[in-house]
């Protein structure tokens, strides 16, 4: 009798064949009862693993060892050979019942302690001897060197994974080039045969990235973890196992972000020209650019003047492209302007603006000036040579803009 391995009312037969197939691993085989009596055929069949292993010796209905409403069965394999040196040191095995029947694989075994043991030699249910509910079973020996003995293993509820919870920022800021912090954390977790009110079945909390694939990254362990991550999309899994191996996974999705522009400073020299020759007169930008994160460039965006070639009026010559040798759009930190303004306005300005790139396509730009002042004694000199340097006459209205 094997119970009512499927729950469907009706009992079921169990039937164990030790010579069961060539070199008589054994089979053990089940026949769902029917209101019409047993089938004809087999519904469930199992064969041994192991030659001469014998499996199917002893069979029987376990009762429901797990309290799940199944019947369970448990059969003996007795000549289960540990190794060469250790032979028929003898095995048992139980096989849960479920609304399909037999589970294909064995839910437990135990293995006996030594040579010629024979574990499982007879195997017979024991009832519920401790009364919580759960069947108990009975597994004994035939021992050849030793006196025979008989185990008693007390059913209990199967224990149930846990529940891995994860909690991640959607998104962080990178910090540096080895990228941004982020802060995990695993204690929403969960274990149903834990305590009540505790996670004391929990034993590991386990992070990993790339998980389950060629590229599996242990990023560290414990119950919450701090961890800098590449500016990337980061796909974070949390392994939690429990006191008996069983696991539970989550996952989330990081992406640590660059999204601060480049600091960039800009100074030209000279910033001034005095006095207006007409000539072209070299301009070198110093740019300094910075990023937290990642490698930046710089290049020239503009260079203008609020005056147009050949300026209106006589007393500043007749002369074109008074901006030269500027490439723009490129590293270009050295450019001509001419030294020159109109003779009714108040004075030149040269306009130059560099833009900052860095490596996740943030930008930032910084301006200066280059000015070419209308008279030295109209900014109250006193006459025609060059202001001095730092003074704020150097630094005249910009009136208009082109």
């Keep these: 009798g094997a119970g009512d ?31 019409a009596g ?16 014998h499996f199917g010796t002893s069979v029987a209905g376990a009762g429901d060892l797990n309290g799940d409403g199944y019947g369970d069965v ?63 079973l009975l597994v004994g020996t035939i021992s050849l060197t030793a006196t025979g003995r008989v185990f008693l293993y007390e059913g209990a509820l199967d224990n149930r994974p846990p529940v891995a919870r994860i909690n991640a920022p959607a998104q962080v800021e ?21 305590t009540p009110g505790t996670r004391d079945d929990i034993r590991t909390f386990e992070w990993f990235e790339h998980y389950g694939g060629p590229a599996q990254a242990l990023l560290g362990t414990g119950e919450t973890l701090s961890v800098t991550l590449p500016v990337a999309d980061h796909l974070v899994t ?39 020759s007409h000539r072209m007169t070299s301009i070198h930008a110093t740019v300094g650019v910075s990023d937290l994160c990642s490698a930046t460039s710089a290049t020239l965006l503009l260079v203008a003047s609020d005056e147009p070639d050949d300026a209106p009026g006589t007393a500043d010559g007749s002369t074109l492209q ?12 050295d450019f001509k302007v001419r030294a020159e303004r109109s003779d009714t306005g108040d004075g030149r300005v040269y306009l130059v603006t560099y ?12 301006a200066a000036l280059v000015t070419v002042p209308y008279s030295f004694k109209g900014l109250g000199g006193t006459g025609g040579s060059q202001p001095k340097q730092g003074s704020s006459l150097f630094f005249p209205t910009l009136r208009r803009n082109r």
């Design 38 to 53: 047993p089938a004809a055929t087999a519904a469930w069949t199992r064969r041994g693993d192991f030659l001469n292993g």
């Design 355 to 366: 833009r900052a790139l860095d490596a996740a396509g943030n930008s930032s730009a910084s």
């Design 74 to 136: 448990v059969i003996g394999e007795p000549d289960y050979d540990r190794s060469f040196q250790e032979e028929s040191v003898g095995r048992a095995y139980v096989f849960r019942g479920s609304a399909s029947g037999l589970q294909t694989d064995y839910s437990w075994l135990a293995e006996g302690d030594g040579a010629f043991v024979s574990l499982g030699y007879i195997v017979s249910p024991a009832g519920d001897v401790s009364g919580d509910g759960f069947g108990d």
């Design 174 to 194: 990178c910090t540096s080039p080895a990228g941004g912090p982020v802060s995990l954390s695993g204690s929403d977790s969960s274990d149903p045969d834990s």
């Design 238 to 276: 949390i392994r939690v196992t429990d006191a008996s191996g069983a696991t539970g996974t989550a996952e989330a999705l990081v992406r640590v972000a660059d999204t601060t522009p480049p600091r960039i400073t800009l100074a030209l020299s000279p910033s001034q020209i005095w006095p207006p």
């Design 322 to 333: 008074d901006i030269q040798g500027a490439s723009f759009g490129t590293a270009d930190f």
């Design 5 to 35: 391995v499927n729950g469907d009312g009706y009992d079921d037969i169990l039937m164990g064949g030790w010579k069961g197939f060539s070199g008589e691993p054994g089979v053990a085989q089940v026949y769902l009862g029917s209101s």
